[in-house]
Every structure is written in structure tokens, then in C-alpha cells.
């Protein structure tokens, strides 16, 4: 048994490596299984070479060639989908920070309305 989990939910599969069946490829992922490749709607993603094995898909490089990144355990129970960098950053874009006051290194009161527009790098730590 191996435990996939994806930005939406954690699955639990039967897995050889990082290959799952074509059933649970498309419970994971979303995506089908196609002679063309996996598949959404209309848009079809072809597989790399050896992706497919008798009706088996290899879960990790198909996600990979979306873009997204994947990590495993190194006993293969646990295998992360991650989402694209392209996905995180469009789910970022609209999101704006509360506001609130805060000194800078000189120690004036700086607040983060007032620069908006502007690009801020803000570092923060924590002893715990």
C-alpha cells in the first residue's frame, strides 16, 4: 500500500514503484489514461517512453513532464504530487498581505500599505 498525496487529498493505492493503474492514475491525478496519452477534457499529455507499462502508469514521470514536482520516501510507502510552480504562482497572484506596521532594520515604523506596488522582502524568525 502507498500513500499518494496531491494538493487536494491523500490516496491510499496499490503501487509497483511509481506505477499505478490506469483506474487509480486517474483517481490521483484527474487525468486518463488515452492512447494518446493522459488526458483532461481536451488537452492530451503525451507519456515518455516507458510510462506506460500493461496498463500501468508511471505516476511520478507523467507528473514530472506536467511540471509538478514529485518526492518519495526511500521505502516508496509515501509519494508527494506537488503542484507546478505555474499553478502556485497563479493561486498566489491575487492574494494581498494584511496590513500592518512593523520598524525596519533602522528601526522606523514602516507600513506595508505604504509600499504597495513596490517589491518587499520581508525575512522573519522564530525561536521554536
Request: aromatic share 6%; glycine share 10%.
Amino acid at each position: 500500500m502507498t500513500v499518494i498525496l496531491t494538493d487536494r487529498a491523500e490516496h491510499r493505492v496499490t503501487t509497483v514503484g511509481t506505477f499505478l493503474s490506469a483506474a487509480d492514475a486517474e483517481r490521483v491525478t484527474g487525468w486518463t489514461l488515452k492512447p494518446e496519452g493522459m488526458c483532461r477534457d481536451e488537452a492530451c499529455v503525451p507519456l515518455p517512453a516507458g510510462a506506460v507499462r500493461g496498463g500501468a502508469v508511471d505516476v511520478a514521470a507523467f507528473w514530472r513532464k506536467l511540471g509538478g514536482p514529485v518526492a518519495a520516501t526511500g521505502a516508496g510507502d509515501v509519494l508527494a504530487l506537488g503542484a507546478p510552480a505555474e499553478s502556485r504562482n497563479a493561486a498566489l497572484e491575487g492574494l494581498e498581505a494584511p496590513d500592518f506596521t512593523l520598524p525596519d532594520i533602522d528601526g522606523v515604523p514602516r507600513t506595508l500599505s505604504q509600499l504597495r506596488g513596490r517589491k518587499v522582502f520581508m525575512a522573519t524568525w522564530a525561536s521554536w
